[in-house]
């Protein structure tokens, strides 16, 4: 019969997992956290004899406990001040599992997680675990409790959804670091035309203050307008504060600091050599997994 110590010991050993499946689901670190959590409660109350798979057991019971959380946590978006955007996460700690390729990148990159809010509850859980875990549609149907020619149809129309919508990351992750930090270098420079150069022509800038902290309420477009409003954020170096170069929901960013506190990310995607996306949280309660770093 198993102990408590081996149940928490089992659980344990599959947490890393489960939050960066929660994570993918959510969009939020700390709903991921939370519905982790719930998922222990019922692991540990659970009948362990009568499970033969302890990660298929858990998967099953954190999937849907996600997909149940799916709805309110959408009825709190639509009533969010200013535009919402996912919570970031470092991931260059692996929090979020492994980033080597840029399907692996894109999983958890900001632009598909906006993406993932257009799909329902069931399309998102089967386009996550197929897409980011590699899970057979036989597989998934049992997570879902749903046919796997169901599960199949789901996927493909999730697929055709984001398909219509995103751009694909297909430069390397050195060579978007790199991008990156000139970037950086011509925003604290205050090179106006040397930011405009950076950006493509049709680049987006998001910001999420959640009424929280100053933000733009609504997208800027264009490299020249993008350009004067990154030029008016504080990129200059004053003294006790850090403006650093690191990776951002597997891609890079821009993390800044004052007096050893977080006080805002800037999530990059990079075309060629070009930032082509720019989106900014500086919503402090979406700042918490960077205050850990």
């Not at 599959?14 to 692991?43: N, T």
């Not at 060579?175 to 040397?194: P, S, T």
């Not at 951002?248 to 821009?254: A, F, H, I, Q």
Request: with cysteine; charged share 25%.
């Amino acid at each position: 019969m198993a102990t408590n110590r081996d149940v928490t010991v089992e659980f344990e050993q599959q947490r890393s997992r489960l939050f960066a499946l929660a994570y993918r689901l959510l969009g939020s670190a700390g709903e991921a956290e939370d519905a982790v959590q719930d998922a222990y409660l019922r692991w540990h109350a659970a009948d362990h004899s009568a499970i033969a798979t302890p990660a298929a057991w858990l998967t099953k019971v954190l999937t849907n406990l996600c997909l149940n959380r799916l709805a309110s946590a959408r009825a709190r978006r639509e009533a969010y001040v200013g535009m919402w955007l996912p919570e970031p996460v470092p991931t260059g700690d692996g929090a979020l599992g492994p980033m080597e390729t840029a399907e692996q990148r894109e999983s958890v990159s900001m632009a598909v997680l906006v993406m993932l809010e257009r799909l329902t509850p069931a399309e998102r859980g089967v386009f996550v675990l197929r897409e980011a875990f590699g899970y057979g549609h036989r597989e998934i149907a049992e997570v879902l409790d749903i046919t796997e020619a169901g599960s199949q149809q789901l996927y493909r129309r999730a697929r055709a959804h984001l398909d219509a919508r995103r751009t694909r990351f297909e430069v390397s992750g050195e060579h978007a670091h790199r991008v990156a930090e000139r970037f950086l270098a011509a925003a604290r420079a205050g090179d106006l035309a040397g930011l405009e150069r950076l950006l493509t022509a049709d680049v987006v800038s998001w910001a999420d203050g959640g009424g929280r902290s100053a933000a733009a309420r609504n997208p800027v477009r264009g490299a020249a307008r993008v350009a004067r409003y990154l030029a008016g954020l504080a990129f200059r170096q004053e003294p006790g504060t850090e403006i650093v170069v690191t990776e951002v929901n597997g891609l890079p960013g821009l993390v800044g600091s004052a007096g050893g506190r977080v006080y805002g990310v800037m999530a990059l995607e990079v075309t060629d050599d070009r930032v082509s996306a720019v989106r900014i949280v500086v919503n402090p309660d979406k700042l918490t997994r960077f205050q850990q770093v």
